[in-house]
């Protein structure tokens, strides 16, 4: 049984992990278009890394929940609800895999019009006056109970004229201390007509490349757990929902961390809590153990839609 007693109080869960490259020494950092790596400098002087952004870690955090193979939630949370995306009776896509969630055009903007009618009537009453966030949280858990994790903005001007609205209740990036480049280079080799035309993908294109060495990696967590008591859904549906975070973290710390090619992390050492001390966060083993139940407590409720899994056909 997870205890969650020393949360109860809790404004904000905050955790971090210290990482470190799988081989060697160095490690590439997310890039930003006209941009490239995120460095910063801090009024010490100290130089700074942003490895992955806010919006990258939110993503990769709903990925560690994600069975590629299967095409499926894991296992420990089958029974969760979710909008699968069909097109031509073959799966499309899905609302844990899409950037904007249930914004996804695929699921808002297809001709079959059946889920987001279903969305519009459970939200239509506040088409006029303020938005009533608990009762956006309700419709949120029934289809997608992650979104209320992740975040989402229905940007849609028939559904309360656009103005459902949710902050992230889980947030992470991952920084690096004391950083220095480490240059290296390369050459596209074309070993049949070397002086080809590199635009049309001939010859031999010699190019530079960056990575980069950190004194530190940390991976940084923060659950906003006032936001999570704020959505009034009740005692299950709330440690059902603060059991999947502390899942997304614990998962994504063991299998997510190979964020690109030239950039595979491991944790050095273990997720450490820093708000409020004196919680530890359960192993992703006791989490993965614990979470069908917290499902069907939920679903007893009914605040899940049956099935589960809404389907939405996708139409141009």
């Not at 990769?60 to 995306?85: H, I, S």
């Not at 997608?144 to 949710?166: C, E, M, N, V, Y």
């Not at 530190?216 to 999947?244: C, H, K, P």
């Amino acid at each position: 049984m997870l205890n969650f007693d020393t949360l109860k109080t809790a404004p904000r869960l905050l955790a971090q992990a210290e990482l470190e490259p799988v081989q060697g020494t160095r490690f590439q950092p997310t890039g930003f278009p006209d941009l490239g790596a995120a460095v910063y400098t801090l009024p010490d002087g100290t130089d700074m890394l942003l490895v992955e952004s806010a919006q990258s870690m939110a993503n990769r955090l709903e990925t560690a929940c994600w069975n590629e193979a299967k095409k499926d939630v894991v296992t420990c949370l089958q029974g969760m609800p979710y909008v699968v995306v069909l097109r031509d009776g073959q799966v499309l896509t899905n609302s844990m895999l899409e950037s904007h969630r249930l914004n996804s055009p695929y699921i808002l903007e297809s001709a079959d019009k059946s889920f987001f009618n279903a969305l519009k009537k459970e939200v239509g009453v506040m088409e006029k006056g303020p938005v009533n966030l608990q009762l956006l949280a309700q419709t949120l858990l029934k289809y997608d109970p992650s979104s209320l994790l992740h975040g989402i903005f229905l940007a849609k001007s028939d559904l309360a004229g656009g103005r459902l609205r949710l902050p992230r209740s889980l947030s992470s990036f991952i920084e690096a201390v004391n950083i220095r480049v480490a240059a290296s280079g390369g050459v596209k080799k074309d070993e049949v007509n070397p002086q080809g035309d590199a635009k049309k993908g001939f010859g031999h294109v010699p190019f530079a490349r960056d990575e980069y060495v950190a004194e530190r990696i940390t991976a940084y967590f923060n659950l906003d757990l006032m936001q999570v008591r704020a959505f009034g859904l009740g005692d299950a549906a709330e440690r059902f929902l603060i059991s999947l975070a502390l899942f997304k973290i614990q998962r994504f710390l063991e299998t997510g961390l190979r964020l690109r090619t030239a950039c595979d992390l491991q944790v050095k050492g273990r997720l450490a809590v820093k708000r409020p001390e004196q919680f530890a966060v359960p192993s992703a083993a006791e989490l993965e153990a614990a979470l069908p139940g917290l499902i069907q407590a939920v679903v007893k409720e009914g605040l899940f839609a049956h099935p589960a899994i809404t389907q939405v056909n996708y139409k141009d």
